[in-house]
């Protein structure tokens, strides 16, 4: 089963984008514990969001988890052009396995 | 602050092994599952494996299951991640990140095969 994301996305500076996790079978729910990272070329990847909603620490308000539909889903509102950014999900698959959708790019501007 | 320090840059024949460690200071090391996500250039990221120290057993994903092995000293809070039978396809940067939510990262390492 493949973890499927958008390739990529445009967004406007101050709007609001919502990218999603789904799977290639099946549906999303929360007891896949999504999870959401951020990573900009030749860094490490940072950890916005664990178990669907919980941001990590010092993560902006503006970043925010969901589960939409069979889908999980993270949100940027109020967009800025340091969220220019690659963005991750990972499930939960059970049994200690765990699988990273591809990515998404979003680009501000 | 709990900080993830990983080990320096490898350049490796095809066919060798490669050993990578991933030493955890500032905090609790025993109890946290240390993951290992692998990233090839240009490429997305993709989780290998994990383990809890203090279970000793680590679960692996299905594609590196054979070829990678990974362990933890508790004595020193050092996590390792061996990968054998390198291929060039393995060029890749090694990060280690902690905990269910992998909420902390290491810097990542980069192991490049080439003959």
């Known amino acids: 089963t493949a973890v499927t994301q958008e390739p990529a996305f445009s967004v406007s500076p101050g709007g609001t984008v919502t990218l999603t996790c789904g799977l290639s079978?099946?549906?999303?729910?929360?007891?896949?514990?999504p999870s959401w990272y951020q990573q900009t070329p030749g860094q490490a990847p940072r950890t916005l969001i664990y178990s669907t909603n919980i941001r990590s620490s010092g993560v902006p308000d503006r970043f925010s988890g969901s589960i939409l539909g069979n889908k999980a889903a993270l949100t940027i509102t109020g967009a800025q052009a340091d969220d220019e950014s690659d963005y991750y999900c990972?499930?939960?698959?059970?049994?200690?396995?765990?699988?990273f959708g591809s990515g998404t790019r979003v680009t501000v501007l | 602050q709990v900080l993830l320090v990983q080990s320096g840059a490898e350049v490796k024949k095809p066919g060798s092994s490669v050993k990578v460690s991933c030493k955890t200071s500032g905090g609790d090391f025993n109890s946290y599952a240390i993951n290992w996500v692998r990233q090839a250039p240009g490429q997305g990221l993709e989780w290998v494996g994990r383990i809890i120290p203090l279970l000793g057993s680590a679960s692996l994903a299905q594609k590196f299951q054979g070829r990678v092995t990974i362990t933890a000293d508790m004595s020193t809070s050092t996590a390792y991640m061996e990968l054998t039978t390198l291929k060039s396809e393995d060029t890749a940067v090694f990060f280690c990140?902690?905990?269910?939510?992998?909420?902390?990262w290491g810097q990542g390492t980069m192991v490049t095969v080439s003959s």
């Open positions: 079978s099946g549906s999303v729910s929360s007891t896949y514990y």
């Open positions: 990140a902690r905990g269910e939510a992998l909420d902390i």
């Open positions: 990972l499930l939960d698959m059970g049994s200690g396995n765990y699988v």
